[in-house]
Structures are given as structure tokens and as C-alpha cells.
């Protein structure tokens, strides 16, 4: 067996319970993810795309939560041939379309204002340490943070919905790309580990030509002071009931 055959494993999307493929050589889907597959409204037979899709996670609940056609990008070969497969294994190829490209193409990749949401969870960093695993998909080497707004922004219907999870160390980044791009921020949700620690990071959900007017939702906490997970949290592991 190949080095890179010994990386892979398949596990499960928590709450659908699809079959997911992952590669621990590259970069496994993390608990941000779920929040964010979990977070932005899913319109009626709404199309979804995701820049940036890594594991395909997010894709997979937004599919699972009522999405009828959903896109899923990425530059990385490895991970969508990965996704390519998962989509197979859960027999959702009439729903999933799998795009290998740059998002910074997005006007070669996409159709202006063909989705009705989009969802991104981006590279975090743009400085400090590089981590060697899932590097891509965790600091900004093949594009930063203005690109995904940009291909967002261009992908996205009138009305519709731009969602992404960051740090809060570029929330007001994030806040000015937002208004730059024409995206109005509504709602707003941090995330803290403990309730008596900072946030670590924040979701939120823009809508494109929306007006003034932001939702703040209470604080997502992870643990208990036990270690244990919140009731919050829970609901997202429960098995979904179709």
C-alpha cells in the first residue's frame, strides 16, 4: 500500500451521517466546518456553492439541509477527487457538480449570479507560522480573503447569501470586504471554546444588495467546564431526520 493510500480514511459527516473521504496528509474537516454547514438559511431548492470546498463537508450538510444542486470548488486535485468520491459513495451525483480550479477564475469557473448561496470557510492566516499539513487550506498561499468576497460577490444572486467562519482577529477585514463588495452583513454569531474564553472565531452571513441591519445571535459555546459538549453543539452531532 502507497504512503498516500495509508493517509486516507473514510469517516462521517456529523448530524447526516454521509460517508466522507479524507486524506490526513492534507487537511481534515474541523469542527468550524460543521458550525458553518449548520449556520446560513438554505432557501427552498436553492443552489449552493462552495469556494474552497477541502473535504466537502460543508457542501454535504447544506445538501443534507435542503440544497437541491450544490457546487463544490477547489484547487487542490487531491481533495476533489476525494469529494468526487464521497458524493459517489453517498449516491449524490444528481445533485453535486465538483469543480477543480483557482477561485481567483472565478469569472472562467462560475456563472455571474447563478447561486442562491455561498459558503466559504477560507485560509485563516495571512501571517505567523505555516503549518506543513494543510497549508493551503489554512494560510493564504494560493489566495487570500478578498478573493473569496470577490468570487462570492460574483456568484451570488441578487438578495442572495454570502456565508464564511474566520478569525475575529479579521472581523473588521472581513466587515470592510463585505461593504466593498456589496455584500450587507445580517447575522453574526461567535464562537467560544468556554464561556468564560475569548471567541476564536465568528460566523456570518451577508446578503447581496441587502439592506441595513445585523442579527447579532447569542454566543456559540463549545464546552462545559467539564470538557464536555454544550447542548448547543450536540444538536449538530444528532442524526438528522429526513
Known amino acids: 500500500m502507497s504512503e498516500q493510500e495509508n493517509s486516507l480514511r473514510c469517516d462521517y459527516v ?3 451521517g454521509y460517508k466522507i473521504w479524507q486524506d490526513a496528509k492534507e487537511f ?5 466546518a460543521i458550525f458553518l454547514g449548520n449556520f446560513p438559511h438554505v432557501v427552498r431548492k ?11 463537508a460543508i457542501s454535504m450538510l447544506l445538501e443534507s439541509r435542503g440544497a437541491a444542486e450544490v457546487t463544490a470548488l477547489d484547487c487542490n486535485p487531491q481533495v476533489t477527487r476525494l469529494v468526487r468520491q464521497s458524493v459517489a459513495d453517498n449516491s449524490l451525483q444528481d445533485k ?5 480550479g ?28 505555516v503549518r506543513q499539513v494543510g497549508t493551503a487550506a489554512c494560510h493564504e498561499v494560493t489566495s487570500t480573503l478578498e478573493d473569496f468576497f470577490r468570487a462570492a460577490a460574483f456568484a451570488v444572486r441578487y438578495r442572495g447569501r454570502f456565508a464564511l467562519v474566520q478569525l475575529p482577529e479579521r472581523f473588521a477585514e472581513s466587515m470592510q470586504l463585505a461593504l466593498k463588495y456589496g ?4 447575522r453574526l454569531q461567535w464562537v467560544h471554546s468556554k464561556i468564560d474564553k475569548p471567541a476564536w472565531i465568528f460566523l456570518m452571513e451577508m446578503q447581496k444588495g441587502g439592506s441595513y441591519g445585523l442579527d447579532v445571535l447569542p454566543p456559540l459555546i463549545m464546552y462545559n467546564q467539564d470538557g464536555s459538549y454544550t447542548e448547543q453543539v450536540k444538536k449538530f452531532y444528532e442524526p438528522a431526520v429526513k
Do not use: H, W
Not at 481567483?104 to 455561498?118: A, F, G, I, T
Not at 455584500?183 to 445580517?186: A, M, N, W
Open 96 to 100: 453535486f457538480t465538483v469543480i477543480d
Open 102 to 129: 483557482d477561485l481567483r477564475n472565478y469569472k472562467q469557473l462560475l456563472q455571474p449570479e447563478s447561486m442562491d448561496l455561498v459558503a466559504s470557510n477560507p485560509p485563516y492566516r495571512n501571517s505567523g507560522n
Open 183 to 186: 455584500l450587507q452583513p445580517k
Open 28 to 32: 481534515c474537516y474541523t469542527t468550524d
Open 46 to 56: 436553492a443552489k449552493v456553492l462552495e469556494l474552497g470546498c477541502g473535504t466537502g
Open 14 to 16: 456529523p448530524g447526516c
